[in-house]
């Protein structure tokens, strides 16, 4: 069994900056520390889209993902930090979310039924 979670984050409305964050992402390109991070906190499938300078993130987990430990596993690898350190510099924080946080969970209010 598994679970859907949709999140969204804003980039910095600079067209040179977007299109260097996309190269990061491209296929390949990820640091293979952070794809082994992702698929060993239990996440299945991720994809990002992006219109505009904003993103959403689609993550499909099994039932071993916790965000929480997610986060903490993320806070004690160097290489993670270093990536999230760099990907400040492309991001930005939406209006309302907390300090520090850049991916905020989406709230689904409609489906096809």
Wanted: hydrophobic share 40%; glycine share 4%.
């Amino acid at each position: 069994m598994s679970t859907r979670y949709t999140l969204a984050c804003d980039l910095k409305d600079d067209p040179e900056l977007i299109e260097r964050y996309k190269q990061y992402h491209a296929p390949g390109n990820a640091w293979p520390e952070i794809t082994d991070s992702i698929r060993g906190a239990g996440i299945l499938d991720m994809e990002i889209y992006l219109t505009g300078n904003r993103m959403f993130m689609i993550m499909e987990v099994d039932d071993t993902f916790d965000f929480e430990a997610k986060a903490a596993a993320d806070a004690s690898n160097p290489k993670v930090q270093e990536w999230e350190q760099l990907m400040w510099d492309f991001q930005q924080a939406l209006p309302w979310a907390p300090e520090g946080v850049k991916w905020i969970l989406l709230d689904k209010i409609f489906k096809l039924e």
